[in-house]
């Protein structure tokens, strides 16, 4: 299975900070590390990740980068794609239809976030990390 994961997941992950889903989000991420799942992360999500982790050390912000970078694949939108994105008024949030756009371009099966709401109108079904997990699980 093909899945996107969104910035707040990964976010989750490297911090361990208190959220719904924190413990599926790790889940995820080291089923992505076991390649049980095939995991991308949009190419944008990069640079949210290291605006957020600007409070670290730059030897800890360098070493989750290389993680993040070696469990998922990195996915990107073609120039076309980017222009719908922008002209696209059902998101209400750019850099959502952005990680749709990259969910597209990757094939994904789902976009797995914590904030599915974000994504109503999105071409990728987005589901939460632990709905993922149950759907690997078949629950």
């Not at 299975?1 to 989750?12: A, K, S």
């Not at 900070?17 to 413990?23: K, Q």
């Not at 990107?76 to 696209?88: G, R, T």
Request: proline fraction near 1%.
């Amino acid at each position: 299975m093909r899945i996107l994961v969104d910035t707040n997941v990964i976010i989750n992950y490297l911090s361990g900070r208190e959220d719904t889903y924190s413990e599926a989000s790790d889940q995820i991420m080291i089923m992505c590390a076991q390649n049980q799942l095939e995991g991308y992360v949009a190419f944008h999500s990069l640079s949210t990740i290291w605006y957020w982790s600007r409070r670290y050390p730059e030897v800890s912000r360098r070493n989750w980068m290389k993680r993040i970078c070696s469990i998922l694949t990195i996915a990107s939108a073609d120039n076309a794609s980017v222009l719908e994105a922008v002209e696209n008024m059902q998101f209400r949030d750019f850099e959502d239809n952005l990680q749709d756009c990259c969910a597209v371009n990757a094939g994904a099966d789902y976009i797995v976030t914590v904030n599915t709401k974000d994504f109503e109108h999105s071409n990728v079904k987005a589901v939460t990390p632990e709905e993922l997990v149950k759907i690997v699980n078949g629950i």
